[in-house]
Every structure is written in C-alpha cells, then in structure tokens.
C-alpha cells in the first residue's frame, strides 16, 4: 500500500533554515510528480509547490518562491523541502502529497501524516 | 490566481440527513475541481476529483457534480464518520484550495 512518512519538522528560529523529508512507498516512486501543501494551526489547506516526477520541473507558490527548494531523490525514493529565510508565517503542519489519481492529474490521492513546523524566537 | 469559495462555512445536521456543500471559483475552471474530507488531527482524504468522479474506496454516498464556476459535494445520507471539514481544490489554473466547510453534528 502506498504510504508516505514526513520527517524533520521542529522549532526554528526566524531567519533560519529547515529541511524536510518525505519517505514514500508502495508506487512507482518515479513515475509521479510530487507536492507540498501546508495547514497553518486551525487554519485551511494552502498548497506550496510541486515537483515533477523526474524532478526537471518545480512549481512554487508565491509566498515561498525564492525562499524553499524541491528535491528528490529515486535511489532513495524520498522527497525533500529545504526551507530557508523561514518567517513566523510559515508556521504550518506541512503535508508532502502523491499526485493523482493518475500521473499528471494535479490532486492528492496520497497524503503523509504531516510535519509540524513552527517558527519562532 | 482561482479563488475558491466554499458555502456554507458550517453546516449543522443530524445522521440520515443530506449534505449540500458549494464551490464557487473566481473564474472557470472547466471540470478540474476535487473535493476532499479532513478529520481532525488527520491528513485530508480524496472523495471525488474532475467534479464528478469518486476516488478509490469512497462510498456511493458521496457525489460531485458542476463544471465552470459552480461545483457541489452531495452527502445523500450523513454517516456518524462524515462529520468533518470539506475543502475543494481546482487544478485548472495553477492550484488553489476552497477555505472549507464544516459539516457538524446538529
């Protein structure tokens, strides 16, 4: 079954830097384009960016475009979100998510249990 | 940018009733809306996707329907476990998220 696992979250300061990673399992790792979205506590869903199943091709919202990166990594079928210039705002339960339900079809067929980040002095 | 707005923000009901849940987006979107169940302390669930189609697994209870700007889930009879919050997501310019509704025990 596929399954994704969020790992890194943490308290950070502002101004710093985190990186998160998604282990994923259960499908063709390679085959999938990959997305972050993020909840911000008791708030909605906001999708940050995504990246594509060969990773040539990353997409960023606009309030972090310049500030995170998308990685993957196949060998190791892992996701990663490097998160620089982090900003109190950015205080979020960050999801990595499968797209779906077939490969380049934009919705979330798969999430992970998600990682709390929270940013603050 | 799409924006997504989702009505009621909350919705009241008892077990056995039906649920009405609107999407209505800034500009069309064609068919490229989904819809997705949030319980608490969990990761959203994807119930129906392209306004009409239910995802793997999801009971036929759940329905979608709409194109362009005006979308609808359909709960036709509401199940204990469908007390939750329900975003919708389109996908057909760039990628946006409704601000959810809250289906809540009457």
């Known amino acids: 079954q596929v399954q994704l696992v969020e790992s890194g979250g943490g308290v950070v300061q502002p101004g710093r830097s985190l990186r998160l990673s998604c282990a994923a399992s259960?499908?063709?790792?390679?085959?999938?384009?990959m997305h972050w979205v993020r909840q911000a506590p008791g708030k909605g869903l906001e999708w940050v960016g995504v990246?594509?199943?060969?990773?040539?091709?990353?997409f960023y919202a606009d309030s972090v475009k310049g500030r995170f990166t998308f990685s993957r990594d196949s060998s190791k079928n892992t996701l990663y979100l490097q998160m620089n210039s982090l900003r109190a705002e950015d205080t979020a339960v960050y999801y990595c998510?499968?797209?779906?339900?077939?490969?380049?079809?934009?919705?979330?067929?798969?999430w992970g249990q998600g990682t709390l980040v929270t940013v603050s002095s | 940018e799409v924006v997504l707005t989702q009505s009621p923000g909350t919705l009241s009901l008892s077990p056995g009733e039906r649920a009405t849940l609107s999407c209505r987006a800034s500009?069309?979107?064609?068919?490229?809306l989904a819809w997705y169940q949030q319980k608490p302390g969990q990761a959203p669930r994807l119930l129906i996707y392209?306004?009409?189609n239910r995802a793997t697994g999801i009971p036929a209870r759940f329905s979608g329907s709409g194109s362009g700007t005006d979308f609808t889930l359909t709960i036709s009879s509401l199940e204990p476990e469908d007390f939750a919050v329900y975003y919708c997501?389109?996908?057909?310019?760039?990628?946006?998220f409704g601000g959810g509704t809250k289906v809540e025990m009457k």
């Open positions: 500009q069309s979107v064609s068919s490229y």
């Open positions: 998510a499968k797209e779906g339900p077939r490969n380049g079809y934009n919705y979330f067929d798969y």
């Open positions: 997501q389109q996908r057909g310019n760039w990628l946006t």
């Open positions: 990246i594509s199943h060969d990773g040539t091709n990353k």
């Open positions: 259960g499908f063709i790792f390679n085959n999938y384009g």
């Open positions: 392209d306004a009409s």
